[in-house]
């Protein structure tokens, strides 16, 4: 269907669990904001791109989300982690805020954006 096809972040194959994530950007409110999508205990999760304590891009590296033993999200500027499956801060400056969830599903071996707040931003640069 095309209207699915708009909605495609990316291969289900592209994001594995613990491992690197994908990033994408979206559009609400005519603005493009930085996502990204990552996995965990095999469920894919998505979030905004920007730290709970100063609203940063939490990766240095683009898509490297988790800490060294891939258990939590880390905010590569302030060290604050954050639960995968919640987007919950557990530890650093911003501890009890959370990440902004992305409502994401996975769809014929795609991620597919369910949140109707967003658009996905196809511009590229």
């Not at 730290?51 to 258990?71: I, N, S």
Request: charged share 20%; hydrophobic share 40%.
């Amino acid at each position: 269907m095309q209207a699915d096809q708009q909605k495609i972040i990316c291969a289900s194959a592209a994001v594995e669990s613990g491992g690197t994530g994908f990033r994408f950007n979206l559009i609400s409110n005519e603005q493009s904001l930085p996502a990204f999508v990552i996995r965990f205990e095999g469920v894919a999760y998505a979030y905004l791109n920007r730290c709970a304590h100063l609203m940063l891009q939490l990766d240095w590296d683009d898509g490297e989300y988790y800490d060294a033993d891939g258990e939590y999200i880390i905010c590569s500027n302030h060290g604050a982690l954050f639960e995968p499956n919640t987007g919950l801060c557990v530890n650093g400056p911003c501890y009890g805020a959370s990440l902004a969830s992305v409502a994401v599903q996975e769809s014929e071996a795609n991620i597919v954006l369910a949140d109707e707040r967003f658009e996905l931003d196809r511009q590229e640069g």
